[in-house]
T-cell receptor, first 111, second 111 residues
Framework: DGGITQSPKYLFRKEGQNVTLSCEQN?????MYWYRQDPGQGLRLIYY???????QKGDIAEGYSVSREKKESFPLTVTSAQKNPTAFYLC??????????FGQGTRLTVV | KQEVTQIPAALSVPEGENLVLNCSFT??????LQWFRQDPGKGLTSLLL?????REQTSGRLNASLDKSSGRSTLYIAASQPGDSATYLC??????????FGAGTRLTVKP
């Protein structure tokens, strides 16, 4: 089945710890995105990548980092610099300017 | 500033009723508009994509319209069912990296 796989589904982070969220797609899409969703708010863009080895900051990139070494993979690291990381994180992909497809999300909680 | 607004924030209807969800956007220079469904704790499922040159798209009981000049889109759901209960999100694409999301309308269809 073609699609986007995010893992883990739930993730717990201790204070001062870096954690990495995985996003893999087998849709052969060039563009990939990371969004953050907080209750009652629209999705906000953290990072996006149009091609391998290239990525750009979105609206709320502070405290996050990404890499794009393979077309299929776009992992997101939530660093200790992110002061309020508890949220639902969504990964998406698309062919340029067309329909976007989303993964099932990772819920990150600070403990 | 490019903003996307969805009204109402929540809607409750009896089963079988036809209903309309609204999405408005402040900047009409869009590439496309996409409607999504989100179940609790899940990712986004794409429902309909309307290109900027189109007026409407249909899929089964769903019909989405687009009026760029007035900055509005509607999602019409015919003969609603309890299984339609979810949050519905609209997203406006302004370029390859810029999709702006509304906060969503939470729909409850009562048996």
């Amino acid at each position: 089945d073609g699609g986007i796989t995010q893992s883990p589904k739930y993730l717990f982070r201790k204070e001062g710890q870096n954690v990495t969220l995985s996003c893999e797609q087998n849709l052969n899409h060039d563009a990939m995105y990371w969004y953050r969703q907080d209750p009652g708010q629209g999705l906000r863009l953290i990072y996006y990548s149009q091609i391998v080895n290239d990525f750009q900051k979105g609206d709320i990139a502070e405290g996050y980092s990404v890499s794009r070494e393979k077309k299929e993979s776009f992992p997101l690291t939530v660093t200790s610099a992110q002061k309020n990381p508890t949220a639902f994180y969504l990964c998406a992909s698309s062919i340029e300017y067309t329909e976007a497809f989303f993964g099932q999300g990772t819920r990150l909680t600070v403990v | 500033k490019q903003e996307v607004t969805q009204i109402p924030a929540a809607l409750s209807v009896p089963e079988g009723e036809n209903l309309v969800l609204n999405c408005s956007f402040t900047d009409s220079a869009i590439y496309n508009l996409q409607w999504f469904r989100q179940d609790p704790g899940k990712g986004l499922t794409s429902l309909l994509l309307i290109q900027s040159s189109q007026r409407e798209q249909t899929s089964g009981r769903l019909n989405a319209s687009l009026d760029k000049s007035s900055g509005r889109s509607t999602l019409y759901i015919a003969a609603s069912q309890p299984g339609d209960s979810a949050t519905y999100l609209c997203a406006v694409r302004y370029n390859n990296n810029d999709m702006r999301f509304g906060a969503g309308t939470r729909l409850t269809v009562k048996p």
